[in-house]
């Protein structure tokens, strides 16, 4: 990190999603609810998974993987932001702002890894289900759990490192409700083109890799599927990768669009508009998937919660 970054600017403010005093209360109003369901419905998959037996396999220790980084992620970006709705002072640190950048990113990219492992797991599951158990043993799984968290938080280094080192000159407006990296790079004061096409083909490592895992994964779930006699069958094939197909297409869709399309000033409000969804609504979304379409987790979520007002009387 270059010493002028630090010398010209010591803190950024963040603009957020609004200008307008009574628009920041109303949405105030609005995410401060969405948090809280993120944090609460996480933690309830968690606990449900852990008292349940039916649910220490492979599949539910990924599923509690995603609530744990659901409940980081969303954790690194919404606090921040709900202070600047009520806060006339909306600024961050430059270390704060670094440092919300670097885990912010590092979780979304540990995600996108968690995300191919987890169409992995459902493959192994539907082509191989007499060989399940002995390939995703437990310390496999642990492995590639930690293997994946690990890949996260040092591959965001890159995009870190290469955006802190952009002089500039005392800019510190950030037009977005947090740290990104698209979102700082606009107040250089230099020619980023370079650094831009670097971000953009680590951006397509780390994006494309682990999505074209995932599509031969489902290629090869489907080709499996299509050979099951009944219906029935296919179908219950079927409905264990729905909601890891839903989750797929939501959280890859925007982050897909905000890091691998070509920056522009004219973009920035939508840019705002997508992070929202990738890093708040997202969270907020996969407990309801998961529990809508899962009869298993639907069960263990109401033994767990019969086990909590048991402990509470």
């Known amino acids: 990190m270059e010493r002028r970054n630090q010398s010209f600017v010591t803190e ?15 949405l105030f109003v609005v995410f401060l609810p969405i948090y809280i369901s993120i944090i609460v419905g996480n933690i309830l998959i968690l606990i449900a998974i852990r008292v349940d037996p039916q649910l ?4 539910y220790f990924f599923l509690s993987n995603l609530s744990f980084l659901d409940i980081c992620y969303s954790s690194m970006i919404a606090p921040k932001m709900l202070e600047n709705f009520l806060s006339e002072k909306k600024t961050i640190s430059f270390v704060g702002c670094a440092t919300q950048m670097y885990l912010s ?25 007499l060989r399940y158990m002995t390939i995703m043993n437990k310390n496999v799984c642990i492995r590639i759990a930690a293997g994946t968290w690990v890949c996260g938080f040092v591959l965001s280094v890159l995009h870190v490192a290469f955006t802190l080192q952009v002089p500039l000159c005392g800019r510190n407006e950030i037009n977005h409700f947090e740290c990104e990296v698209p979102a700082v790079l606009r107040l250089a004061c ?56 839903t989750v797929v297409v939501l ?22 508009i997508v992070t929202v969804c990738y890093t708040v609504i997202t969270p907020m979304m996969n407990p309801i998937i998961y529990t809508l379409r899962n009869k298993e987790v639907k069960g263990a979520l109401k033994k767990s919660v019969r086990i909590i007002c048991s402990q509470k009387q």
């Open 190 to 245: 230099v020619d980023v083109s370079l650094i831009g096409i670097i971000i953009f083909v680590v951006g397509i490592i780390i994006l494309l890799i682990p999505i074209a895992l995932i599509l031969v994964s489902y290629i090869r779930i489907i080709i499996s599927i299509l050979k099951i006699s009944t219906a029935r069958g296919r179908y219950k094939a079927f409905s264990t990768c729905a909601s890891h197909i």
């Open 251 to 272: 959280f890859y869709g925007t982050a897909m669009y905000i890091y691998m399309k070509p920056q522009s000033n004219d973009t920035q409000d939508s840019d705002k």
């Open 105 to 129: 990113l590092s979780l979304g990219e540990t995600e996108c890894i968690l995300l191919a492992v987890m169409a992995y797991d459902r493959y192994v599951a539907i082509c191989y289900p």
């Open 56 to 59: 220490h396999t492979p599949m």
């Open 12 to 26: 950024f403010i963040l603009l957020g999603l609004s200008s307008d005093r009574e628009t920041q209360v109303i």
